[in-house]
């Protein structure tokens, strides 16, 4: 066992109130907090902290809380652990408090079961602003944009695609979630700590400086009738030759705006099957937008590519 370590044999010991009901609304009202859940879920969370320590760019920032894990669960993280919060001692008191209790007081504590051992808490950052994301992507990085993509569901799916493609950040406008929402954390396997994000307060303002600043191309991925398919939108001239790609992704129900599209160089639609003998002509097939943003991040990795050896 870390020396450091606050052994918590009750759930209403007041040193770890913060985790009691870990209710976002709560931690993020109260505190300006957020939970992360599950081993391997803190694990990536704490990782993203040690190399960001180790002087790894990031945005935004975000800083460790506090812990709140089960023996066996300190054990499996213990690597981590020593290198983030620094070898054990026995003559100080940790600056960022670990504590231990069994899973029985941490289900109560929690109120819940799926922590499965591991809870962290982490400030939430006081800047997100789009600058600050571009500021740390590198010059051949793209962007997915969300529009009112409100599903927490949704938002996490986006932040996983977007973490195992890599190259790309996501910029989140039009009352998008949370990133640093408990669910959004978990369905994104911890990918919120490692993908550049950003929210804005001004989508069109921040569409215009993307092009005019930044080199950005934009695409509205929307079913229209003018939209190009998937397939040939990357050879655009306006977006082949563009050095970065903005992709926005629509609301669930309503889409993308037409103030955001009239600002796109173009729009494109991933082509679908026509309805069959159990479907209503006028039931048109669809496909999830989290499912969409993995299908234009794949074709965004391949266009990446592509630019890097145009514009080397």
Known sequence: MRADAICIADETDPRIISFRGVRDADLRGRDELFCVESPRVVRRFL???????????????????????????????????????????????????????????????AGYKMH?????????????????????????????????????DNIGAIFRAAGSFGGVGVLLAGGSSDPLHRKVIRVSSGRVFTVPWAESNDILGDLARLRSDHGFALIAAEDTTDAVPIDEVFQLPAIKNARRIAVILGSEGAGISAEIRAMCDATSVIPMANPNALMESSDRPSLNVSVASALFLHRLSSARSHASATHS
């Open 47 to 109: 990782y993203a902290l040690l190399a960001h320590k180790r002087a790894a760019s990031t945005a935004p920032t975000v800083a460790l809380h506090s812990l709140l894990l089960t023996p066996a669960a300190a054990e499996s993280l213990d690597d981590v652990l020593r290198e983030l919060l620094g070898e054990d001692s026995k003559n100080a008191q940790p600056k960022i408090p670990l504590y231990l209790a069994d899973e029985t007081c941490m289900t109560r504590l």
């Open 116 to 152: 499965k051992g591991a809870l962290a808490l982490g400030f939430r950052p006081s800047e997100t602003t789009t600058e600050a994301m571009l500021a740390v992507l590198a010059k051949s990085e793209n962007l997915l944009i969300t529009s009112g993509v409100v599903l927490t």
